[in-house]
C-alpha cells in the first residue's frame, strides 16, 4: 500500500505544480496584455495631445498675427450671415426674399475673396460659425410666420451688419497687408448698403 500512496502523493504533488505554473502563464500572459494595453492608450493619448497642441499653436499664432485674426472672424461672420440669408430666401415674406437674394450675392463674392485670401497666405479658415447662426435660427422660428417672423429677421440683419461694419472698420486699421486692406475697402460700401436697406424696410413694418 506504501509505494501506492507515495505514487498518489508524487501525482498530487505534480498535479498542483502544473496548476500553478498554468496559473502562473496565465497571470503572466494577462500582464503582458494589460502592460500593452496600457502603452496603446497611452500611445493615442500622447497623438491626440499632440494634434490638440499644434492646433492651440496654430490657433495662436493666427489670433496674434492682425491679417489672419481679421481673416478668420470675417470668415464667422459672413457664414453666419449667410446661413440668416438662406434662411431669409427660404422663410421670409416678399420683400425680405427680395433684400435676402440681393444681399447673399455680394456675401458669396465677399467670402469667395476672403477664402482666395486666405489660401494664398495659408491660413486655416473655419468651415461654418461656431454654430451661432443656429442658434439665430433657432431664435427666429419661435416667431410666427408671416410679418412677424419678417421683423425678426430684419432686426437680426440690422444688428449683424452693424457688427460687420465695427469689424471692417477696425480691420482697416488693423491689419498690415494692403491686399487685405483693399479687400476690407472694397466691402465695406456694400455693407453700408445692406445695412440701410434693411433698416429701411424694417422701418417701414412699423
Given at each position: 500500500m506504501k509505494p501506492t500512496i507515495q505514487l498518489l502523493?508524487?501525482?498530487?504533488v505534480c498535479a498542483l505544480l502544473s496548476v500553478s505554473a498554468c496559473n502562473n502563464s496565465s497571470n503572466k500572459t494577462s500582464s503582458t496584455a494589460d502592460t500593452i494595453t496600457t502603452?496603446?492608450?497611452?500611445?493615442?493619448?500622447?497623438?491626440?495631445?499632440?494634434?490638440?497642441?499644434?492646433?492651440?499653436?496654430?490657433?495662436?499664432?493666427?489670433?496674434?498675427?492682425?491679417?489672419?485674426?481679421?481673416?478668420?472672424?470675417?470668415?464667422?461672420a459672413n457664414n453666419e450671415e449667410l446661413a440668416l440669408l438662406q434662411a431669409g430666401t427660404d422663410n421670409g415674406g416678399k420683400e425680405v426674399k427680395m433684400h435676402a437674394k440681393m444681399m447673399m450675392t455680394d456675401h458669396k463674392k465677399l467670402g469667395a475673396k476672403v477664402k482666395a485670401y486666405a489660401a494664398g497666405k495659408n491660413y486655416m479658415l473655419p468651415?461654418?460659425?461656431?454654430?451661432?447662426?443656429?442658434?439665430?435660427?433657432?431664435?427666429?422660428?419661435?416667431?410666427?410666420?408671416?410679418?412677424?417672423w419678417d421683423k425678426a429677421w430684419l432686426s437680426m440683419m440690422i444688428d449683424k451688419h452693424d457688427g460687420a461694419i465695427r469689424m471692417f472698420e477696425k480691420g482697416q486699421n488693423d491689419v498690415k497687408d494692403p491686399d487685405l486692406k483693399a479687400i476690407i475697402t472694397d466691402a465695406l460700401p456694400?455693407?453700408?448698403k445692406h445695412h440701410d436697406m434693411v433698416k429701411t424696410a424694417y422701418d417701414n413694418m412699423k
Open positions: 502523493n508524487v501525482l498530487s502603452r496603446i492608450d497611452t500611445a493615442v493619448q500622447e497623438v491626440k495631445q499632440a494634434a490638440q497642441n499644434a492646433a492651440s499653436d496654430v490657433r495662436d499664432a493666427m489670433v496674434s498675427n492682425p491679417d489672419s485674426s481679421f481673416v478668420v472672424k470675417a470668415a464667422l468651415d461654418g460659425d461656431d454654430g451661432k447662426s443656429q442658434d439665430d435660427l433657432s431664435s427666429l422660428n419661435q416667431n410666427n410666420k408671416g410679418a412677424d456694400a455693407l453700408h
